[in-house]
């Protein structure tokens, strides 16, 4: 059995703090039960809610309101088996005008074998606020499965970043599930990175932006060992001056299957969207797909893509080794360069756990 310093220690490389100290507010569920619920000060004085969803729904009446708004609990069995169940996950409510510039934590992860770990997380962003949010998800060991229900609503003129770091064991089932709202003049950056093997994965959040609204999504997926990963964004320009970006970066190598499926809507003129998808292929049994998708229901809207897939230079290869770099260290740089994407949208708070996790890629890979 694993001691819990171990645990923790495992956690710590992805970014999370099972001791909250670092954050301004943190939650943390180990399976199915709340290990700590931390919230400082700061928080407390702006009224900033972070609190158990069950609590939440039975204290506070106008919380049901935003229960499955940006999910249909029919959309698939995933979310609908979720549904069915007692709830278990966050409440984070962020008042109107209120702008916190430390980061906020949540933290789900299996602890064990065969556990299924059910999440729904609700988190309000009132007008003209903004947060930045860390949310770190893992399986310690063993085989497990975890149904991650997110809905998300960004009110006028707030802004919510969104990190999201992935380390699960191999065995391991994830089916996230997100819903965002973006309501006018309201900006969602979105950050995901998947650092470790797993089973099979399958996650596209859907974003939709009403008028003026922006989004950017940026997914940097690794594929090792036989990971079945598809994992990419869907964004809706459901109002008039909306603007929307997908940005993808996926590693296959093993015998690993990365999917990037991509899709940017408008229904509004004078909205843009763009899709920019790249995969590294670093071995001959590994698989890459890009899906990218543009659809236009009106005219006067500007959708754009591009779409690559190759493998390492043997150029940057050569001139790396050439200059004193063995190869293992030449082929992390090259990737490291490869996945530097994106960065420009995150607050410099969170940078730091980002390089990390690239760090980490860069490190694994290997040609």
């Known amino acids: 059995m694993m001691n819990e310093r171990n645990k923790n220690d495992k956690l710590s490389a992805l970014g999370a703090d099972i001791s909250g100290r670092t954050y301004v507010g943190s939650y943390i569920q180990k399976n199915e039960n709340i290990v700590r619920i931390m919230v400082k000060e700061l928080l407390r004085k702006n009224n900033v809610l972070l609190m158990d969803l069950a609590d939440a729904v039975d204290k506070l009446p106008w919380v049901k309101d935003y229960l499955w708004r940006a999910i249909n609990p029919e959309e698939d069995s995933y979310v609908s088996e979720v549904s069915e169940r007692k709830l278990h996950g966050t409440l984070l409510y962020v008042p109107p005008q209120t702008v916190i510039t430390l ?39 063993g085989a497990a499965f975890h149904l991650g229900i997110t809905e998300i609503y960004v009110k006028s003129n707030a802004k919510l970043n969104y990190v999201m770091i992935h380390g699960w064991s191999p065995d391991t089932f994830v089916r996230p599930r997100t819903g965002s709202i973006v309501e006018r003049g309201g900006m969602l950056n979105m950050y995901y990175a998947n650092l470790k093997p ?10 939709i932006l009403k008028e003026n609204a922006v989004a950017n999504t940026i997914s940097v997926l690794l594929g090792l060992d036989e990971s079945i990963i598809r994992v990419g964004s869907k964004i809706v320009l459901d109002g008039k001056g909306a603007k ?104 410099v708070v969170v940078r730091p756990q980002v390089e990390i996790a690239l760090n980490i890629i860069a490190k694994t890979a290997k040609g």
């Open 244 to 347: 929307g970006e997908v940005l993808s970066r996926a590693i296959a190598q093993d015998e690993s299957k990365v999917i990037m499926p991509a899709e940017v809507d408008a229904y509004y003129p004078n909205t843009k969207g763009h899709i920019d998808c790249k995969g590294l292929q670093l071995s001959k049994d590994s698989y890459i797909e890009s899906i990218p998708i543009l659809k236009s229901f009106t005219e006067g809207s500007e959708l754009t893509h591009e779409a690559t897939i190759g493998k390492l230079s043997e150029e940057g290869l050569n001139y790396l080794m050439s200059k004193g770099f063995s190869e293992e260290e030449a082929v992390s740089l090259l990737v490291r360069g490869f996945i530097d994407v994106g960065l420009k949208y995150l607050p």
């Open 198 to 207: 797993v089973r099979d994965i399958q996650a596209c959040p859907k974003i």
């Open 103 to 141: 980061p906020i934590q949540l933290c789900f992860f299996i602890s064990e074998s065969g556990v299924k770990q059910d999440v729904h997380n609700v988190i309000v962003l009132d007008k003209y606020s903004e947060i930045t949010l860390n949310t770190t998800c893992a399986a310690i060991a």
